[in-house]
């Protein structure tokens, strides 16, 4: 364990995953989402294959032993990327950050409700104090004063739609890890990925430029690199001690967003923002100190000999 290594690792993710959220941004005027979900999963998988050679994992990212679990992770992952990559068609990029932040929260909901996970009172509570940022958040788009933008409402539907799918994965994550490697969840899940992104043929795909094209290569390539930061994060460092430094990605949106695409974040935004990532860190922050508390009753009831 090296904590300082492991939230290197983890804000290294967060800059790579926020740069190739950008680079999705700026192509989405000349490919549809599914296009997109197909240039993001395909061209992971060289990175990916190539780090699992490097740590000579590359013979368990083939092995599985609940086949189904990963087809319904790739389905529900991959419907979560596109219509993510959708909403930054849509919406300003910092907007589709904080709306983001509900997918953890409502983990919370789902864990409960399909993995019989006790949750209690403190959680319940910061998950409503969360969902409330977020309506916070949505508030301009949902007034019934004036006449509401309809591509701004498709923005905030896609993107909640989602955030709930993402948190659905999440829960698919959780069951896989009881009998599948990590390699496989990562190999995996970018193979369903760039598969079932090609349904979307069918639906209509633009030949864009060359500079697009190589945009949305470099996308692939960066995602590839951000899940190996991520998953290294979490090979260094407890969970609970990195994931609060996800919520970084608001500043970097924040700052890209504004020098990039020349958006700049209403009042409304920000103080919906901080309020649903403060719920999230509260949520991580109990969690934290209910492990060290375990950790310190197990210890105490250990024989010293």
Avoid at 66 to 79: F, Q, Y
Avoid at 252 to 261: D, Q, R, S, T
């Amino acid at each position: 364990m090296s904590p300082l290594r492991g939230i290197a690792f983890k804000i290294a993710s967060v800059c790579v995953f926020v740069a190739m959220a950008s680079l999705i941004k700026a192509t989405a005027p000349y490919v549809p989402p599914g296009q997109a979900v197909f240039f993001r999963s395909f061209f992971a998988i060289p990175v990916i294959v190539a780090w699992l050679l490097m740590r000579g994992e590359l013979r368990h990212g083939f092995q599985v032993r609940n086949p189904m679990g990963h087809v319904w992770r790739g389905l529900v992952g991959t419907t979560a990327m596109g219509l993510g990559f959708a909403g930054l068609g849509l919406l300003p990029l910092p907007e589709v950050t904080a709306i983001g932040y509900a997918a953890p929260l409502l983990v919370v909901i789902f864990a409960a409700m399909f993995l019989n996970e006790q949750v209690r009172a403190f959680r319940l509570s910061m998950v409503a104090l969360g969902m409330i940022g977020v309506l916070i958040v949505l508030s301009p788009r949902l007034t019934v004063t004036g006449t509401p933008n309809p591509q701004e409402t498709l923005g905030v539907v896609v993107v909640l739609g989602g955030a709930l799918c993402a948190a659905l994965a999440q829960v698919f994550v959780r069951k896989l890890v009881a009998t599948e490697g990590t390699a496989a969840i990562v190999f995996w899940f970018s193979i369903t990925a760039s598969v079932v992104s090609l349904l979307t043929l069918p639906l209509g795909w633009a030949i864009p430029p060359i500079w697009v094209l190589s945009v949305l290569v470099l996308a692939g390539l960066l995602g590839g690199v951000g899940q190996i930061l991520l998953t290294s994060s979490y090979r260094f460092a407890d969970a609970s001690l990195v994931a609060p430094f996800e919520y970084s990605s608001m500043l970097l949106a924040l700052a890209v967003g504004y020098l990039v695409f020349d958006e700049v974040p209403t009042l409304t935004m920000l103080i919906g923002a901080a309020v649903v990532i403060s719920a999230g860190v509260m949520i991580i922050l109990r969690e934290r100190w209910l492990g060290l508390e375990r950790a310190r009753q197990r210890k105490a009831m250990t024989p010293q000999g």
